[in-house]
Structures are given as C-alpha cells and as structure tokens.
C-alpha cells in the first residue's frame, strides 16, 4: 500500500518559511518524480515545483521561482519544500505527488501523477 504522507505546514507570517516534508512508503521511491500541487480554497490545484527521481532535475512555476527549493532524499524516501518569503497569495493546501519516472515529461500535469499524499494546511498571515 503506498502512503505519502505530508507533514511541515502551518501559520506563518507573511515573509516567513516553512519546510514541508513528504514521507513516501510501499513504492520503490527512486522509480517516480516527486510534485508539490497546491489548492486554495474556491480555485483550482495548481503545480507548484517537481523534481525528477535523481534529484538531477527541478521544475517550478513561475511564481515560486527564487523562493521556492524542492529537493529530495531516496535514502530516506522523502522529498522536501523550501519556502522561502512567504505571501499571503501561498496560502492553501499543500500536496505532494508521486510520477512513475517514465512520465516524468509530464511533471507539471497533476492528472499524470500515480499517488497523492493527503495534504498540508498553509496559510501566510499578512
């Protein structure tokens, strides 16, 4: 059974960071692309950063570019968000996702991911 298990959000103030972790199970975690998705409430889920299984690389949208850091740890099973200067505009539920590595051309279409974790409350305060 495959789990991705989300864990690090919370409130912070806007201009803060936060580290979000995802801790993958029951797959074999160098074979897939990790994403970051995110939600607001009222709008759609939108990519946020992936990173292919290597860690070789790293996709971000544009409004994260400069702020934001994916990384990940196949010894550990576990892939990472930096979130650096925080707006109030990052606030929403964070989700990370796991891509069989033979779709990692497709690393920034959430409708290809395989798994996907339960996600991680953020919100920024202004």
């Known amino acids: 059974q495959v789990q991705l298990v989300e864990s690090g959000g919370g409130l912070v103030q806007a201009g803060g960071s936060l580290r979000l972790s995802c801790a993958a199970s029951g797959l074999t975690f160098s074979n897939y692309a990790m994403g970051w998705f995110r939600q607001a409430p009222g709008k759609e889920r939108e990519f946020v950063s992936a990173?292919?299984?290597?860690?070789?690389?790293?996709d971000y949208a544009d409004f994260v570019k400069g702020r934001f850091t994916i990384s990940r740890d196949n010894a550990k099973n576990t892939a990472y968000l930096q979130m650096n200067s925080l707006k109030p505009e990052d606030t929403a539920v964070y989700y990370c996702?796991?891509?069989?590595?033979?779709?990692?051309?497709?690393?920034?279409?959430?409708?290809?991911?395989?798994?996907w974790g339960q996600g991680t409350q953020v919100t920024v305060s202004s």
């Open positions: 996702a796991a891509l069989s590595s033979w779709k990692s051309y497709r690393l920034n279409d959430g409708n290809a991911y395989d798994y």
């Open positions: 990173i292919y299984w290597s860690g070789g690389y790293t």
